[in-house]
């Protein structure tokens, strides 16, 4: 498990991954299907067991998010080497940034 998805985990169900169940994420996914975190947290769950839906809900989970290789680090691993991660969010996080200033320029030039 890595420290995001505890993290994750923690706000969203108020306790850790390992202690849910399949079918405990897999009602609450359904019931909330427009919860990306708890998309993501049942397919984490459904890797760790090795179960053959994993393949459906991992496709369904990238849906709800922007960076499928940042979704793919982070169900996959499990919190040995968080520098890709890190580095990632950095450089998205810098680009989100360029974006802004870039569009207050050229407001500005306007």
Known sequence: M??????LSDAVLSKKLEVC?????????EKH??????Q???AKK??????ERYAKQFQQTLLYYKNPLLINHLIE????????LSSTLKESKTLSLRKIFHRKKKMLSI
Do not use: R
């Open 46 to 51: 459904l890797k760790e067991a090795n179960d």
């Open 21 to 29: 169940s399949l079918e405990e994420l897999q009602s609450l996914s």
């Open 33 to 38: 299907p427009y919860a990306s975190a708890l």
């Open 40 to 42: 993501l947290l049942y």
């Open 2 to 7: 890595n420290h995001f998805t505890d993290m």
């Open 77 to 84: 691993t499990d919190g040995q080497n968080n520098t890709i």
